[in-house]
């Protein structure tokens, strides 16, 4: 489907929306008029919204310079026909579902979104933004109209959305029952340290911070200096194994003799090779005690977790148990004239086993 010009294929508009007249939230459909492609409830649409639409695909396509099926074919059919149709009745169906829902979209929220769009992808510029319409053969009714029904789907999804509720005795009772979910990971500390490219470099560095040198004033010539040392926690079990046993041994504020960097580490690190000259030192100073690992975490951390959580969970499964049902009320109200119902979907058979 072609029909996205910059205004609608950036501002995630979907394609092919009709004027399909009315909506209802019936529980039966009308009968198919003459002139009728199809009937959704008793909206009807027409072979001339269905000509509207089309028109509109082919001049998107134009403008793309893809290949237009030959009118009549199969190819035609598949490519072009039907997937306009299943969106105008897909159109009717949401709008039969938002009254249904009491759900309804202002024409002031409809130009506010144009507005915005213009804005965001024409620079303002309302003479870019017709002259996009223009090349597409899209009015601004047809733009306002596409515009409609991205807003309805937004306010029919979170007004169910908003159905659901989570209380904080919810969490509570989810946290009880799964905390071990609630435990910190690895034991962490937060640690200063410079890499040198030598022991000998790296001892007279730690000569000149053991006479009460900063890190940031004996890091020339290092080869990682801690992002010019700004606080950095280190997780255990994380890098170099030797890193790791000084930085979880020495005490708090302890300057460790120089550290040598463990072969496995660099051999892992393509951006060391050639700048050890053999091996490459570390000399390293924890700035705090270390934080335990595996500690349980109190309700009150994690409570506005735990809620959100739910409430995202519940939410979607309310959202596509409601939706779904939805959709099957209106495809029961939902008919074709002949010769346009979709294709049936074929269901493969299962070969017998032998």
């Known amino acids: 489907m072609g029909r996205t010009p910059l205004i609608i294929c950036l ?3 979907a394609a092919f929306t009709a004027a399909c007249g009315g909506s209802s939230s019936s529980s039966s ?4 008029q003459s002139g009728d492609v199809a009937v959704v409830g008793d909206t009807h649409i027409t072979k001339s919204d269905l000509d509207h639409q089309i028109k509109l695909e082919l001049a998107a396509m134009a403008v793309k310079k893809q290949k237009i099926p030959q009118v009549g074919s199969s190819s035609y059919q598949s490519a072009i026909v039907q997937p306009v149709l299943q969106y105008l009745v897909t159109d009717a169906q949401v709008h039969n579902i938002a009254k249904a829902l ?3 979209v202002t024409q002031k929220q409809i130009q506010d979104q144009v507005a915005k769009a213009i804005t965001q992808f024409y620079g303002g510029s309302k003479a870019k933004y017709q002259a996009d319409l223009k090349r597409y053969k899209l009015s601004d009714a047809d733009v306002a109209q ?3 029904l991205t807003l309805l789907e937004q306010n029919i999804e979170n007004k169910l959305k908003n159905q659901v509720k989570v209380t904080p005795k919810q969490a509570q009772d989810y946290y009880n029952a799964h905390k071990s979910q609630f435990q910190s990971g690895a034991s962490t500390r937060r640690v200063d340290y410079v890499l040198m490219p030598s022991k000998a470099a790296a001892e007279n560095a730690r000569t000149q911070l053991a006479a009460g040198k900063s890190f940031k004033a004996v890091d020339k010539g290092a080869i990682d200096d801690s992002a010019r040392h700004e606080p950095f926690v280190f997780t255990q079990g994380g890098g170099d194994t030797n890193f790791d046993r000084a930085t979880f041994t020495l005490k708090t504020n302890e300057l460790s003799q ?3 960097m463990a072969a496995a580490y660099y051999a892992s690190q393509p951006t060391l090779k050639g700048k050890c000259k053999p091996v490459c030192y570390f000399v390293i100073r924890p700035g705090a005690d270390t934080v335990k690992g595996g500690q349980q975490k109190s309700f009150a951390a994690v409570k506005a977790q735990i809620l959100s959580t739910l409430l995202s969970q519940r939410q979607t499964a309310h959202l596509q148990q409601i939706v779904t049902n939805l959709e099957k009320q209106q495809k029961k109200i939902t008919k074709y004239a002949a010769g346009f119902a979709p294709p049936k ?3 493969p058979s299962t070969a017998p086993t032998s």
């Open 11 to 13: 501002a995630a508009v």
């Open 29 to 32: 459909s009308a009968s198919l």
């Open 102 to 104: 009491s759900v309804v």
């Open 146 to 148: 596409q515009f409609e």
């Open 258 to 260: 120089p550290v040598p």
């Open 345 to 347: 979907v074929s269901t």
